[in-house]
């Protein structure tokens, strides 16, 4: 015992450091390795960071190797900033990641640390009966009546961006870069078919201000502290949910005295005023998740699900449309026979389901570039997840939505729209293994939504534009942004195609 004091009282304070910095270390190796078991990753981890600098600098490559390493047994372990982290290849342990949020298995987090940024009280952490209510008020944002209301929204803002793109190229001859001009038209689109007549023009101009805020925070190390992008993101989230509560407040005035609804937020608050009516009738509370900032919270879901995704498989479309000739030649053919910028009407929603085609295309490009490649969950408790491996409780566990799109369907490294036609009918064959609009009870309520988007902006684009990207080296890589988009942004020529623009309105 005093040979081991006399040693420690020789050290020097510099020593003493370097000893107690050097025991933590390996006291997280072994825990890191204690967690990791046989399941393949990196041997050897920073401290504290792990792989977290990688991650932030290229997180393209990041998740390459990740999927590298779970390719022989579908999954594979990292550590990033303090979290053990499992990524999941394997379509069938995706799936079983998506059945079991619940409060003993998993809990959806959307983001890393998600929590901070989006509240405490977001539907993507609910489940059990409180989500099932919950969404059952959300389905009339979604019938058929309220679709064809969005179509109508949708067509008239993608045009009016399409003809602005043209007029900006027409004037500089040089390649447009379209990823901030999509992104641009998406939060325009997102905001009005949303909260429509309830968010003036200079509140737009905050709007975009702020989500452009809360865009950067998402690719940032979570460093809450002031100066830093994750505490302007977290605080442009709490501004931008406040003023969805007051476009909430004015929606519920509107449809109380019985208006037609002309945006998401009216279907929703037409119903909710029905059931507020009953309850007062009935001489019961207000009904549950009827507040109107627990509402605003969740139309923030709404525009983050419409907003990047959206972006990212529209610049996709793009790319892929001009890297296959043949398939731009049949999707112009088929729009043609249906539509025409002539008649100057607005594409029905019977004449989008006639689009057989064009819809295939949309859904091969979802598959082929997964906007959303991973799902971040968080394991609440202990779960067996195979036979020979247990998920550690606080792991962050990615199911790559990714990686699934490309198992199973034939020639999966191959853009074939083809897959999903009638004849082929992979789309149900492999139905698993599509998992871009997830699955179990958290699936997208959103995803007719968002194929019509697609699809619609397809069909305007192809029909009213001629484009050709501007390719160079590497152009089509991936890269995140926050969601996959071509490295170069998408940078095109464009030109007007048609005779002249439609004349479209909600008249």
Known sequence: MDYY???????????????????????????????????????????????????????????????AFARRVGISANYVIGKFIVFIRSSELSHLIFSNVRPDAFLLVGHPFGKKLFGEHNLIYMFGQDHKDLRRRIAPNFTLRALSTYLSLQQI????????????????KTPTSLRLLVRDM???????????????????????????????????????????????????????VQTLAVCTRGSKIRMAEGREPSCLIDFWMQEQAKEVAAAQAAGRPPPLHSEDHEIAGHLFDFLFAAQDASTSSLLWSVTLLDSHPHVLTRVREEVSRIWSPESDKLITADQVREMKYTQAVAREVLRYRAPATLVPHIAVQDFPLTESYTIPKGTIVFPSVYESSFQGFSEPDRFDPERFSEERQEGQVYKRNFLVFG?????????????????????????????????TDGCDDITYSPTITPKDGCKVFLSKRCSRYPNLSLE
């Open 186 to 240: 998406n939060l325009e689109t997102s905001q009005t078919v949303i909260v429509g007549p309830y968010l003036p023009q200079h509140a737009r101009d905050k709007f975009k201000s702020d989500y452009n805020l809360f865009n950067v925070g998402l690719m940032k190390l979570p460093i809450d502290l002031p100066g830093f992008a994750f505490r302007n993101a977290r605080l442009a989230v709490e501004r931008l």
């Open 5 to 67: 004091y006399s040693l420690l009282s020789s050290l020097t304070p510099t020593q003493c450091i370097m000893s107690f910095l050097a025991l933590l270390l390996l006291i997280q190796q072994f825990t890191y390795w204690n967690k990791k078991r046989h399941l393949p990753g990196p041997a050897f981890v920073l401290p504290f960071l792990g792989n977290a600098i990688s991650l932030v600098c290229n997180p393209s490559k990041f998740w390459e190797d990740q999927a």
């Open 157 to 172: 803002i993608i045009l009016e961006h399409l003809k602005r793109w043209e007029k900006m190229c027409a004037s500089d």
């Open 439 to 471: 699955a179990g009870a958290h699936q997208c309520v959103g995803q007719r939504y968002a194929l019509n988007h697609l699809v619609l902006f397809i069909a305007l684009f192809a029909t009213l534009l001629d484009f050709k990207r501007d390719r």
